[in-house]
């Protein structure tokens, strides 16, 4: 019962597998070579999967790993963690069938997250660890977002599932900006100090506290507003705020290491990717879509991977080195990142081929994860500690 002892060792497996079988399944969408998905379009399927299957997966993994170590509570596993596990399986089953039984995939896929928000929202509030109540209600609001998804895809309501697709994504990116806030200059000041550097990472507090808040106000601005002045300038200043974050994270200081370098460079991939929302939104930059790529296939991919290959060393007794896997692993998700971004801005003729290339990539990153992984994830601690 290895795989149920902690949640980061099923899910985690499933997020990889997920990323690698959803995107080749996309691609042969995308080319012809397979019969497109008609609930509600193949485009909002995809990014309902990539949302709402890949991201919650990798999310779940790292909170039922994270939270019993804040809260200094028993941890998730076992059949617990089993019927979690057989929740996200059966959404994603619902998913694939959605258009036989629209309802009843509706209501598998949807109760996912609200379990997930229960398994941990209890030993949160228990502990009283007020930095974390906020975790629940964001589960509880992704939750929402892939309501409205639904609402719109059984044709109750003609104009939700932008708006809950722009949720799910801003609310991705504000978990990235608050365990990236947390974990990041935690790990970097550890590394400077085995290095004998004088100096933490650490900025202004003041910097620190506007981080979310500022996150915020773009994200509101995003669901009412979007494609407005208003979000745009609102994306500007949490980019702003975010970049100024980083400065203080002696990012150059640590590039040698690659387990350290994935974090930062997921993190400011969310910053590019809300600088580039508000020149979309302002008028004086490239399409929403590509700005929206660089936060989710950048930032998200690139802040999962990093997650991933990091909390899987250390919570099996690992030495807290990159494997060749991993670091073959961050260099794809880096170029596929690229390339639905920057390459199709450089190559709109291109659209299709550049396309296939970045879902071959990240298919490809995620499948060297697991290859490389598989084995971490399935056998018990080197150490011989418990979990």
């Not at 007794?317 to 794809?332: E, K, N, T």
Request: proline share 5%; glycine share 10%.
């Amino acid at each position: 019962m290895v795989l149920f002892a902690r949640g980061f060792r099923p899910f985690f497996l499933l997020a990889g597998t997920q990323a690698v079988v959803f995107m080749l399944l996309w691609i042969t969408v995308l080319n012809g070579w397979g019969p497109t998905h008609a609930w509600a379009g193949s485009t909002l399927w995809h990014s309902h999967e990539m949302i709402f299957g890949f991201c919650t997966a990798a999310i779940a993994g790292f909170l039922l790993t994270s939270v019993p170590v804040w809260t200094g509570t028993p941890a998730v596993n076992g059949p617990r963690l089993g019927a979690l596990v057989v929740l996200w399986l059966a959404g994603r089953t619902a998913m694939l069938v959605a258009d036989c039984a629209p309802i009843s995939s509706a209501i598998v896929d949807f109760a996912f997250l609200p379990a997930l928000a229960a398994a941990i929202g209890p030993a949160i509030y228990r502990a009283g660890a007020r930095r974390n109540f906020g975790f629940p209600l964001v589960l509880l609001a992704l939750a929402c977002a892939n309501a409205l998804v639904h609402v719109e895809a059984l044709g109750l309501r003609a104009d939700t599932a932008a708006i809950g697709l722009r949720a799910g994504v801003d609310l991705v990116a504000l978990l990235v900006v608050v365990i990236g806030g947390r974990i990041v200059p935690s790990f970097t000041t550890s590394a400077l100090r085995r290095t004998g550097v004088g100096y933490d990472a650490q900025t202004p507090a003041w910097v620190e506290q506007a981080a979310v808040p500022g996150f915020l106000l773009f994200a509101a601005a995003d669901v009412v507003l979007p494609a407005s002045p208003w979000s745009g300038v609102a994306a500007a200043l949490s980019a702003a705020v975010l970049a100024a974050r980083m400065a203080g994270w002696r990012s150059l200081r640590v590039l040698r290491d690659p387990l350290l370098r994935s974090l930062h460079l997921g993190h400011a991939w969310i910053v590019v990717g809300l600088a580039s929302l508000a020149a979309s939104d302002l008028g004086v930059g490239a399409s929403r879509s590509l700005a929206v790529h660089a936060l989710t296939a950048g930032g998200f991919g690139t802040m999962i991977l990093a997650v991933m290959t990091r909390v899987a060393l250390g919570h099996t007794g690992r030495p807290l080195v990159a494997p060749p896997s991993a670091r073959v692993a961050y260099v794809l998700v880096t170029s596929a990142a690229l390339l639905r971004t920057a390459g199709i801005a450089a190559l709109p003729k291109a659209h299709l081929l550049v396309l296939t290339l970045a879902g071959a990539f990240w298919s490809g990153a995620f499948a060297v994860f697991l290859a490389g992984y598989a084995q971490v994830l399935l056998q018990p601690r080197v150490d011989g500690k418990p979990g």
